[in-house]
């Protein structure tokens, strides 16, 4: 399975992105993220049904997450975006509907840079 995710970029704080993840299938996806040197963190995921999210403490408030089956994409809509928020975002895919964490991915796509400078 790949997954394609698109949509990072550079902004200054304050500003806006949205990041894409494209996957065909029945998963859960989610977000991650790792900023140099540090490990790589839980963002945000989303169940199938898209019914249910679930978020990092980090990014409540600022960052939602939502998805299109019928064009199988995840999206992850990042607000008020801080300098702390710089980091290479990974998609992530784990099968069925179970929570997703850093050790159930199944599926991770390349990472997209997202940097955010004060």
């Known amino acids: 399975v790949q997954l394609q995710a698109s949509g990072g970029g550079s902004v200054q704080a304050g500003g806006s992105l949205t990041l894409s993840c494209t996957a065909s299938?029945?998963?859960?996806m989610g977000w991650f993220r790792q900023a140099p040197g540090k490990q790589r963190d839980f963002v945000a995921s989303?169940?199938?049904?898209?019914?249910?999210?679930t978020y990092a403490d980090s990014v409540k408030g600022r960052f939602t997450m939502s998805r299109d089956n019928a064009k199988n994409t995840a999206y992850l809509q990042m607000n008020n975006l801080e300098p702390e928020d710089t980091a290479v975002y990974y998609c992530?895919?784990?099968?069925?509907?179970?929570?997703?964490?850093?050790?159930?991915?199944?599926?991770w796509g390349k990472g997209t840079q997202v940097t955010v400078s004060s």
């Open positions: 989303i169940s199938w049904s898209g019914a249910d999210t």
């Open positions: 992530a895919a784990r099968i069925g509907d179970n929570d997703l964490d850093l050790l159930s991915v199944d599926y």
């Open positions: 299938g029945r998963y859960v």
